[in-house]
């Protein structure tokens, strides 16, 4: 075997013949070639684990985005399942007591008008006790603002 030949069959290493290795111990720039191979070779596989290391990594990522997405769905799914309970609950509450109320009146027609009257007295003294409120706050803001730049 020539040095030629040697270098060709380097790259079936380690699926190669006993003349290879002949060949290697009698050769040194052929074992010189073929010890830089090998550690080219090693640098390679440690490259080619170093990125499956970096697509499991990418995996363990990728599958906890996941997760929490899932997880982000579930939770909405409970927000919106809740609201339409709620909505349902309010619905059915306001039904119920218009339904009363609406009964009520009819059975007691002096009883509506009466009702009518003392709503809209409150409502035209609502506009007043929204004044006097407002007042109050002002004067409690001017009075803690004073006290700070005492
Ligand atoms: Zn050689």
Same mark, same amino acid.
């Given at each position: ?64 985005? $996941?997760?929490? !997405? ?8 409970? @927000?919106? =399942?809740?609201? %339409? +309970? /709620? ?28 009702? $009518?009257?003392? !709503? ?8 007043? @006790?929204? =004044?006097?409120? %407002? +007042? /109050? ?14």
């Amino acid at each position: 075997m020539n040095c030629q030949d040697f270098r060709e069959k380097m790259f079936l290493y380690p699926e190669v013949d006993e003349e290879f290795f002949t060949h290697l111990r009698n050769c040194d720039e052929c074992r010189r070639e073929f010890e830089e191979f090998l550690e080219i070779e090693k640098k390679l596989k440690e490259k080619v684990n170093e990125e499956d290391e970096i697509v499991r990594e990418w995996d363990r990522v990728y599958i906890k985005v $996941l997760n929490t !997405l899932r997880y982000e769905k579930i939770k909405r799914q409970v @927000y919106i =399942f809740i609201l %339409l +309970l /709620l909505e349902v609950f309010i619905f059915s509450l306001v039904f119920i007591i218009g339904y009363r109320l609406v009964r009520f009146f009819i059975q007691n027609p002096s009883l509506f008008v009466l009702t $009518l009257k003392s !709503l809209f007295q409150i409502f035209s003294q609502f506009n007043f @006790y929204l =004044f006097v409120i %407002l +007042l /109050l706050v002002f004067i409690y803001q001017t009075t803690k603002l004073h006290g700070k730049y005492k």
